[in-house]
Every structure is written in C-alpha cells, then in structure tokens.
C-alpha cells in the first residue's frame, strides 16, 4: 500500500521534480526523499506531529472505525492538560507529553505506564510535542533546554542548552522538528525582548550532544511552530500566515513569503504534500471572527498557486494532504472560530452562542471545493470541559489525519472526535470525550490514539 500511495502521488510531482532535480538531486535520490518524508518512516510511522517531516498528515496504515467503546482510557490528573499530539513508535508504545511538563510512554494495547519523566524544571513550564527518532526522544521546553531520553526507559542521556540565558518563550503548543542528524527546536534568548509566542528564534541542534548548529531569528512572531523538513529544506509558517523557507545544513534563507494579511492572526500552520506545494493557514483578522484563508505555495520557490477564502469561517488549524481512492490529492482542515477563555458560568450565559463549525476538503492542485462536513451548535463559548481553574483552549479544531483508507480523523473542541469519509465528508463514526481535543488524532495499524484535553484514550479493531 506504502508504494501504491507514493506512486499516485508521482503523478502531480513531475513540474516539481523538474525544479528539484535541477538542483542536482537525481530523479531516484527525490523519490526516496517523497517516500522516507511524506508518509511516516518505517521505523516509526508516525514519529512527530502531523505524521512525519513534511507534516502532511498522511500515513500509510489503516486505522479503526470502531470508535464506539474505547479500547482504554490513560487518565491525566493533578489538574494538567494535554496539548500535544501522541506519538506511536510502530513497536506497541504511544508517547505524550502534558502541561506539568511530564513526558510519558504506554503500552498501547493496555493503556499501563511504560515510564514518566519530567523535564520542566519549573513548576507551570511547558514542553513541546516531542520527535522520535534512532531510538531516542527528542524533547525542548519553553525555557530553552533540549532533551534527549531514551525511548525504551525514558532514561536522560543528554540535556544542552539552546539559549545562551534561559527565557520563557509563551504559552503554546510548539513541536520538535528532525531529520537524520539534526533536530530543530524553538526558543528565546533573555536578549530578545519581543513578543514571541513560541520562541524569538529557530534553533538547529546535534543529535549526538545538543551543540547548536545554527539559529535564525524570525522577523515576525511565530505560535504553535511547526517546522517542515524536506530533504535539505525547512519550511515555517509564522502566526500571520507568512512562509519562509530555510535550508536544513546550515540555515540560510531560500525565500521567504509575507502575510496575505498582515492583521491576521491564526494557531495554525502548514503541511506539505508529495506534489511539492506547501499549504498555510491563515486569517483576515483574529482567530475568532474574520475569514479564513488557505493559501498554495511552490516549495521550491514560494510562488502562489491558489488560494481559497471562507467567509466568516476563521482557518486556525494546519491541513492535512492525502491521496484520494481516484488517485487525486487533496487538502483538508477544520474551520470555524476559536473557542474563548472559559469563565465563569454567570459570564458564560450571557455570551452569544457559537454558530457551527465546518471540515472542509479541496482538490490540492486547484482549491476547488471537494465536500464540507457541518457540526451541530455548540452551546458555550469555551472549549468543552474546560473550566476557569483548569482552561483548555484554544482552537476550535485538531489537525486532521488521515489513514491509507481516506479516512479523515479529526478532533473538535467541543468534544468530538470524527471520521469522515475523504472521498465524501459523510460521517463514519465518532466519540464524545466529553473535554475539547487540541492535538491530532494518530493512527497505527486497526488503532486509533486521541488526546483530549483530559485523557488520553485508545480505539482499537475487535
């Protein structure tokens, strides 16, 4: 199935080929970096956020629709969240980090603690949605220090320092980047002073020790970060829907795009599809009542291709980009306002209710539209489960994943899990979890894994 996704995409690529090979990379070194970049590696199929390096949301297993009964239920207390996504190393074990700064790992048929490890330092410090990679787990927090720990113990071989003065960087729910040798982590610098969300600067670090490589400052502000790597190139989406573009070896600038508006604000971000365009979110205003935007850029150069507006419907969740039954790419992503600050419930009454929110679904080489899939009203105002001492917020939908069948998976804040059908938008199951989702469903082979805000929870095949 792994070839036969890969080879459906090879139709789209071939003007992007063109541009790549032309760099010096051969036809045959190209392939293998769609195959080991696009759809998960196969060592860990799904080792990062989003999948795999190009954040395309893609993977190459089929996972369950028996979202009736959970399979088990992994419980999150003293008062933490989770914002991150789980990651599945393909070997039977989830790993997943929470906002007390604890990274943990279960045993993904049982649900029971593999090990649990700490690495905020500080009380209230957070920690960023870590990286699989050679055996190890790669994880940052938000004052600037990388950790390495041991996937099978949870054990520290290493810790550095990225910044030279410890600073926090904000509340968000960044991820770690990798390919091969190199991770790539955000942080603050002391000496920054600007507002950063999740960090002032990119960092690339070794591996072996944690020695920064390189650094590059972003010129705006940037949050929930979620760096793409394709081969040598690393693509970034900013918190106003700009684009810039960096080479992996040594960080130098490619290109860089600005804003479609420079008012905007958004928690999205972007993927990557094997067809060589870079797909970015983005808003006319706020992330709580303006249009949203999805905007089609040329990876090997930043050259628009389409975009697509939807009115009154803010765009503040990164797409997902998967092959459909007819062999045709196409881009998915939730839409629809985020949910506010819960307060109290006096205030909450007196608020105007949320309207529906919406999946959508478009041809990736066009934008045209595909299918859309309408939720029912949400009540409040604030994410499902969350309360004014234990707030879960913002966004009004995960990122999608989609599975070798087309299945889209997809959390909502108010407590909903779907699966959609990718060739339809029909409904094919779904699960009230009872707290919002932030972070992407993952899938492995007949098992689907969902973080909720409170709990991490598994479905699996009878």
């Known amino acids: 199935m792994h070839s036969l996704v890969v080879l459906s995409a090879m139709v789209f690529v071939q003007g992007f080929v063109d541009d790549y090979c032309s760099e010096g990379v051969s036809l045959l070194q190209f392939a293998k970096t769609l195959t080991d970049t696009s759809f998960g590696n196969a060592e860990y199929p799904h080792y990062q956020k989003n999948v795999n390096s190009m954040r395309s949301g893609s993977s190459t297993l089929t996972s369950t629709l028996n979202l009736t009964t959970p399979s088990w239920v992994y419980e999150i207390a003293g008062g933490f969240v989770m914002y991150s996504a789980p990651l599945l190393d393909g070997h039977g074990n989830i790993y997943m980090v929470a906002t007390s700064g604890d990274v943990f790992s279960v045993n993904e048929a049982t649900g029971v603690e593999n090990w649990r490890v700490n690495v905020s330092y500080v009380p209230g410090i957070l920690a960023t949605t870590p990286i699989l990679l050679a055996g190890n787990l790669y994880i940052a927090n938000e004052l600037g220090f990388l950790f390495c720990l041991s996937m099978a113990s949870g054990e520290k071989k290493w810790q550095s320092l990225l910044v030279e003065k410890p600073s926090i960087s904000g509340f968000d729910a960044w991820s770690m980047a990798g390919s091969g040798n190199v991770v790539l982590a955000a942080g603050r610098p002391l000496s920054d002073r600007k507002d950063s969300g999740s960090g002032s600067r990119l960092y690339a670090a070794s591996t072996d020790d944690g020695h920064v490589l390189w650094n590059f400052s972003f010129p705006r502000q940037v949050y929930n970060i979620m760096p793409a790597i394709v081969g040598d190139t690393v693509v970034i989406a900013d918190w106003s829907g700009g684009v810039i573009s960096l080479r992996l070896s040594d960080g130098a600038p490619l290109w860089e795009v600005v804003p479609p508006s420079l008012n905007s604000n958004c928690t999205g971000g972007l993927a990557v599809g094997p067809n060589g365009l870079v797909y970015v979110t983005s808003n006319s205003g706020s992330t709580f009542g303006s249009d949203g935007i999805l905007s089609a850029y040329q990876l090997s150069s930043g050259q628009l291709v389409w975009r697509q507006v939807f009115t009154g419907f803010p765009a503040n969740a990164a797409p997902a980009v998967f092959p459909r039954s007819d062999g045709k790419l196409a881009v998915v992503l939730g839409i629809g306002a985020n949910f506010m600050l819960p307060y109290l419930s006096e205030v909450e009454v007196m608020l105007p209710r949320r309207t529906s929110d919406s999946v959508v679904a478009l041809s990736a080489e066009t934008g045209e539209n595909l299918w859309s899939f309408k939720t029912d009203a949400w009540p409040l105002n604030s994410v499902a489960g969350s309360v004014f001492f234990k707030k879960c917020w913002p966004d009004s939908w995960s990122n999608p994943t989609v599975d070798a069948a087309g299945t889209v998976y997809i959390g909502w804040g108010a407590a909903k899990v779907f699966a ?25 082979s007949g098992t689907l894994v969902v973080a909720s805000c409170n709990k991490l929870v598994a479905f699996r095949n009878p």
Not at 432 to 438: E, L, N
Request: hydrophobic share 30%.
């Open 420 to 444: 959609l059908s990718g060739q339809t938008g029909s409904v094919l199951g779904s699960f009230d979890f009872g707290s919002g989702i932030q972070g992407p469903p993952s899938v492995d």
